[in-house]
């Protein structure tokens, strides 16, 4: 499964369909993350139960030590039925990056009106679109660990610009991060005082900030050094034109682009 190194990979990309349904699950069986049922849905899939033991109980499995704990499994289930039946009602969007044939990037995009696919259940606000004109939004990347920063996510968002496009454009939205910073003496100090800790705090003034035009100064985003966070990066998206609007949290932007 792991990548090799030495060898140079050659990228492609493809619709996420009823036909290719079957490398989307297999891609997310790889990967942390929900399958996008998130932003699709507007919320998790609740869990069978409050605590430990009713999990356990409702998953017929009395075994509750870590390995055998059947929630993950029962979850993963119920994410793909969900989006299984999205995408059979042509509700569900994304694209899909192979690395030779073998899923190896996700990103999910669609129109306002699907993300959220609003229920019976409220959606909490943050899930909607920013701005009420954005037809569009582009909303999850994800890569697998071992093909992370090779250019996976910039080559799917490439690509869902170009599906937007093809199905009649509009004007898209998306949430990057502006810029990521790796600091390991602030996970230290976090580890040492506390999340919400006053060291944590004062360090923190410390901490970089970029000069977004007609936006001000915003904060870093803490990374590591192979994972950014699932809304991308503002560089990929200024590539393609899209243009930073407002502000979006400490260290967030939302870039609009119409197509
Ligand atoms: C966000 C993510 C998809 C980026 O994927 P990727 O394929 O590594 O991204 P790319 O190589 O295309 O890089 C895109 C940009 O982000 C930057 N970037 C990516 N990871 C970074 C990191 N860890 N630190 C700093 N910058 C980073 C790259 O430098 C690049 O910017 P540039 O072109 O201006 O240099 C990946 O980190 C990831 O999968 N994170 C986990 C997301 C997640 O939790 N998904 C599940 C959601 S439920």
């Known amino acids: 499964m792991a990548a090799d190194a030495r060898k140079p990979f050659r990228f492609t990309t493809k619709e996420l369909s009823r036909r290719t349904f079957v490398d989307f699950e297999r891609f997310f069986s790889q990967v942390h993350g929900c399958m996008c049922v998130l932003y699709s849905l507007g919320g998790h899939i609740p869990k069978p139960g409050r605590t430990a033991k009713e999990i356990a109980e409702q998953l017929g499995d009395p075994d509750r030590s870590k390995k055998r704990f059947p929630l993950q499994e029962w ?5 793909s039925r969900a989006m299984k039946e999205l995408v059979w009602k042509g509700q569900a969007h994304g694209i899909l990056v192979y690395a030779d044939g073998e899923p190896v990037g996700w990103c999910q995009y669609g129109r306002t009106s699907e993300l959220p696919v609003v229920g019976p259940k409220k959606a909490p606000e943050r899930l909607f679109a920013k701005d009420p004109t954005s037809e569009w939004r582009i909303t999850c990347f994800t890569t697998r660990m071992d093909h992370r920063r090779r250019g996976v996510a910039t080559i799917a968002l490439e690509a869902a610009v170009e599906a937007i496009r093809k199905r009649g454009g509009g004007w898209i939205e998306a949430l990057p ?4 910073h790796y600091d390991p003496e602030l996970r230290e100090l976090r580890r040492t005082y506390g999340w919400r800790s ?4 004062e360090y923190l003034k410390s901490w970089p900030v970029k000069d977004v035009p007609g936006i001000g100064p915003v904060q870093a985003a803490e990374l590591t050094p192979r994972t950014a966070p699932h809304f991308g990066v503002m560089s990929m998206f200024e590539r393609l034109g899209f243009v930073p609007t407002q502000r979006n ?11």
């Open 75 to 79: 979850r993963r289930q119920q994410e």
């Open 177 to 180: 991060i502006v810029f990521g």
């Open 198 to 201: 006053e060291e944590v705090k």
């Open 249 to 259: 949290g400490q260290a967030g932007v939302v870039m609009r682009l119409k197509v």
